[in-house]
């Protein structure tokens, strides 16, 4: 009897390990997926609110994963704008009042062009296996895609979202669904992807929907039109100086 419930234990155990190592290898492929030593992007951000929608379009460099710099382009009002962030600091610049501001504290919380999206988000080390355990909780069916469930439990104590829900594609190793929540458990965001494209080899997001739930409306469109990856960006770009150039 007593080697029955210890042979029970070693199997019951190796499960749950196997289940871990699993969870933890989708990650990393997610990650690997993701990742790049630099991208450069045109897209559309389309904002709907409770008083219509409106599109502002922009393009960004990004290196690793702690540099990036974006510059809208339209609509006439938002032309000119530029958001840098350069490790854990992120500045705007704004050519209407010609000031640049550092964005910190409570002001991360704010909305980035009145989207779902905040400063916030921005600054999250976008490598999750740096953020969150994972577990296997199931698996379902998203857009068409067989996906892994995984729910993550983030490792620190100082990030947006204290645990997330994400719909994994089983062979594309993307991730087409996420619920981010705060620590108290409420739903804070929803991500849903509605189409994906292929670029240098690996899967993007090209049609994306942001839901902010503490907001009214009908969330926020982004369309990314054009990506590339590990392409050479000056180092001109990823300086403040370039917020006033």
């Keep these: 009897m007593i080697n ?18 699993s969870a933890d290898e989708i990650l990393k492929k997610v ?17 709907h609110g409770r008083r219509g929608s409106r599109t502002v379009e922009a393009k960004s460099w990004q290196k690793g994963t702690d540099d990036s710099f974006t510059e809208y382009l339209a609509p006439a009002r938002e032309k000119g704008t530029k958001m840098l ?23 991360l919380r704010q909305p980035v062009m009145g989207s779902d999206l905040s400063y916030e988000d921005m600054m999250e080390d976008p490598l999750l296996q740096n953020m969150y355990t994972a577990e296997i909780v199931g698996e379902d069916t998203v857009i068409n895609r067989q996906v892994w469930v995984l729910d993550l439990k983030s490792k620190k104590d100082n990030i947006a979202y204290d645990s997330r829900k994400i719909w994994v594609d089983k062979e594309r190793n993307i991730i087409l669904k996420e619920d981010l929540y705060a620590k108290s458990g409420k739903l804070l965001k929803q991500v849903l992807i509605h189409e994906v494209m292929k670029a240098s080899g690996r899967w993007v997001a090209k049609n994306i929907t942001y839901k902010d ?13 054009e990506v590339e990856f590990d392409k050479k960006i ?9 917020l006033r150039r």
């Excluded at 739930?213 to 039109?225: F, N």
Aim: glycine content about 6%.
């Design 234 to 242: 000056p180092s001109y770009i990823l300086s403040k100086a370039s």
């Design 213 to 225: 739930m503490l907001k009214d409306g009908d969330g926020t469109e982004m369309i990314i039109e």
């Design 85 to 107: 962030k350069l490790g854990d600091q992120l500045w705007t610049y704004t050519p209407s009042t010609d000031r640049t501001i550092l964005i910190s504290g409570h002001m």
């Design 31 to 47: 990650d690997a997926n993701t990742f790049s030593d630099s991208q450069i992007g045109t897209s559309k951000m389309i904002i």
């Design 4 to 21: 029955k419930l210890i042979f029970t234990l070693i199997v019951f155990s190796t499960i749950v390990f196997s289940q871990t190592q």
